[in-house]
């Protein structure tokens, strides 16, 4: 059977690795564990290993587990797409909106934030690999929704977020990477002062981490194949 703390233990060794190899800040890169279409004895296993963060990334499947788990101190990130009409359920059960790509939908999820959970914490989804298809904002679009999406009162802008397209090689996986930290740190030279890179996944957490990621978002190398 699949253990999840072995697994975990694995992962976390090879993030502290690579903060080395890459000249990053011991423990700059923070795991975020994503445990999408996994039981909530999975999730149970990774708290009982130390982690506290999961990505989830569908609302139905993500609340049984957070009704299961509800005060094991688990922090619950969305990382799927946000559907106008599932963001009241998010704005309530979720610490963290990584792919905030719409204004309508943030100042949504700002409105229905309970104020006894304090700030909603988001990332814009930018669409690094120019494909229009793609989710998340073309780079161009990315300064204008940051500075709508920092003024709203119950979100607190973190930084930014991308899934590339698919790249089996390190020096083309850096490439989309290197784009997004080129916008935040375009963006914090202009005193927005974001704090987030949050990109790669168990197919690209290498070149991820060499371009500055500060979460990375991992799934298969914790739960094992979906
Ligand atoms: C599924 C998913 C991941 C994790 O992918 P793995 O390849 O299993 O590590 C990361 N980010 C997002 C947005 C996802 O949907």
């Avoid at 975020?32 to 999730?43: D, I, R």
């Avoid at 569908?58 to 559907?83: C, N, R, T, Y």
């Avoid at 793609?134 to 929704?145: I, N, Q, R």
């Avoid at 080129?182 to 996944?201: F, Q």
């Amino acid at each position: 059977m699949h253990d999840v703390g072995t697994a975990l233990s694995a992962v976390r060794a090879r993030i502290r690795e690579l903060e080395r190899r890459y000249r990053r800040e011991p423990d700059s890169v923070r795991l975020l564990a994503v445990s999408k279409t996994k039981p909530p004895e999975a999730v149970r296993a990774a708290i009982a290993a130390g982690q506290s963060a999961f990505g989830e990334n569908h609302l139905q499947d993500a609340m049984i587990k957070v009704e299961a788990l509800d005060g094991h101190g688990a922090s619950w990130h969305f990382i799927g797409a946000v559907q106008s009409n599932k963001t009241r359920p998010i704005a309530a059960h979720f610490d963290w909106v990584h792919g905030i790509e719409r204004e309508k939908i943030a100042a949504r999820l700002s409105a229905q934030r309970p104020a006894e959970r304090g700030l909603l914490d988001v990332c814009i989804e930018v669409d690094v690999s120019g494909e229009e298809t793609k989710s998340g904002v073309s780079p161009a679009e990315v300064e204008p929704l940051a500075r709508v999406v920092r003024e709203l009162p119950g979100l607190r802008l973190r930084g930014l977020m991308a899934i590339p397209r698919p790249a089996t090689d390190f020096e083309s996986q850096r490439i989309p990477f290197r784009l997004l930290r080129e916008i935040l740190d375009d963006l914090n030279a202009k005193g927005l002062g974001l704090d987030t890179l949050s990109m790669g996944m168990t197919g690209d957490l290498e070149a991820a981490v060499a371009e500055g990621a500060t979460i990375v978002r991992i799934g298969t190398a914790i739960f094992g194949p979906r």
